[in-house]
């Protein structure tokens, strides 16, 4: 029994060329830049609720399971230097949630507010619809996190919900928000 839908395309082909920054695949040689990138903001912010940085071979294993679910993993560089990444991998393991992914973004520090996550979002929902995927699920870590939400928003995302309280970082209690965005035709026709 196929549990996921087929790809269109192979998710680790992609390369988009903007004016200012590369947006690629993830090669094996990204994995310690996206370690650096995702490390700093489990340290420093509460955009993740993981409170310790997972090691190189913990992402490089990360990175392999979205790879072969045919789903993207894209990193922003720009002069040779990764500067954000960004992926889908599915909501949840069961297979009627087969339609459904959700996103993560992150930007290093040195480059938030240059609009870096907001293109590697827009092509990560392209890759995922191109993956089949029809739902893309924002878990957005703190109601707190402008940045994150507003970044949604400007890229069609709806707000779902608030979950209060639903982790514990930095001495305080932080809720998570979600948010959807339809992908190509939605829930308007079957996908199979």
Sequence with gaps: MTTRPATRCKARDYICIT???TIRSCKDSDIAAITAIYG???LHST????????????????VADVRTKNLPWLV??????????????????????????????????????????KVLMQAVAEQAEHAGVRKLIAVI?????????????????????????????HG???DIVL??????????????
Excluded: C
């Design 172 to 174: 305080a209690w932080r």
């Design 76 to 117: 922003a560089e720009h002069n040779g230097q990764v500067l954000g990444f960004a992926y889908a991998n599915w909501f949840k393991p069961r297979p009627a949630y087969r339609f459904s992914a959700e996103n993560s973004v992150y930007v290093s520090a040195n480059a938030v507010g240059q609009g870096i996550g």
């Design 19 to 21: 004016s200012m920054y």
């Design 141 to 169: 870590g703190d109601s707190a996190n402008a940045g994150s939400i507003g970044l949604h928003r400007s890229l069609g995302f709806t707000p779902v919900g608030t979950i209060r309280s639903a982790g514990w970082k």
């Design 47 to 62: 955009g993740t609720f993981e409170l310790d940085p997972p090691s190189a071979a913990d992402m490089a294993q990360r």
């Design 40 to 42: 700093h903001h489990v």
């Design 179 to 192: 948010m959807e965005k339809p992908l190509g035709a939605g829930d308007l026709t079957s996908p199979e």
